[in-house]
């Protein structure tokens, strides 16, 4: 671990992004659970590659939840809050207006990209996203209701081993919940969000749906699954949360 802290300092003194890219991949490889994806993250968006970075991250959201049973730390959750980008090339002298305007040509060239990456994606059923953007897209719902009355509710869905004397070896809990992954997104809708949720969890928000509908939709999830070959056991549980509530009210 000396060595590799020890080249980043040598890297970063002299400037020398690809290198620190190169490193950072290879100690995130090695040490996939010391946080190396923050400081690849970090790299990445001092050269302004917007889209590797959110790549990453998402990439070391489902690693978490798929090897750790539990979301990254709150250092990984909160890379993209309040970032510094420190590089030289990003500090610019607030007198040199010719600076800002050479900053200001890179963002706007960077303008068809950005539009791509919202809006160049084809809509095609329910919304999944790593569990950080989920809470930031439900803070949005609950904050849509303020204005707008309409129903909004978050289901908990856990995939469980079916207890069965004839089941004699245990299912392969990746791969049933990745087939999971894939049902949830063809049975919701194109307006309803979900996430990943530790080893066994998904998080649905269903908007314009009330707690009676719940039990229809689960219906409907469960036989996708099942007609999927899916081998494990399903349950849920629904709830309209307090945030939620205060804003219909």
């Known amino acids: 671990m000396g060595t590799v802290q020890e080249l980043e300092l040598e890297f970063q003194k002299n400037k020398d992004y690809k290198k620190r890219i190169l490193l950072y991949s290879r100690a995130a490889a090695i040490y996939p659970f010391e946080n190396w994806q923050v400081r690849l993250i970090q790299c990445n968006l001092e050269m302004y590659r917007y889209e590797e970075a959110i790549e990453i991250y998402n990439d070391t959201m489902e690693l978490y939840a798929r090897e750790m049973g539990s979301p990254p730390t709150e250092e990984m959750q909160k890379c993209f809050e309040g970032i510094e980008l420190m590089d ?149 549980y629904a709830d309209m949360t307090q945030e939620l509530k205060e804003a219909v009210l």
Request: hydrophobic residues 35%; proline residues 1%.
């Open 88 to 236: 030289e090339n990003h500090r610019r002298n607030t007198g040199d207006g010719n600076r800002w305007k050479d900053m200001d040509k890179v963002f706007l060239g960077k303008k068809n990209d950005i539009k791509k990456a919202i809006f160049g994606e084809e809509i095609k059923g329910a919304y999944y996203c790593a569990y950080p953007s989920f809470v930031d897209y439900c803070r949005m719902v609950a904050r849509a209701k303020a204005r707008n009355r309409f129903s909004a509710v978050l289901m908990f869905l856990t995939l469980s081993q079916r207890e069965r004397k004839e089941m004699q070896k245990q299912m392969d809990l990746s791969g049933q919940m990745l087939l999971l992954k894939k049902v949830l997104g063809e049975s919701l809708r194109t307006g309803d969000a979900y996430t990943r949720y530790g080893n066994r969890h998904f998080i649905l928000m269903l908007v314009k749906t009330g707690i009676e509908d719940c039990g229809a939709i689960f219906q409907r999830i469960e036989a996708a699954y099942t007609r999927n070959s899916g081998k494990g056991e399903l349950w849920y």
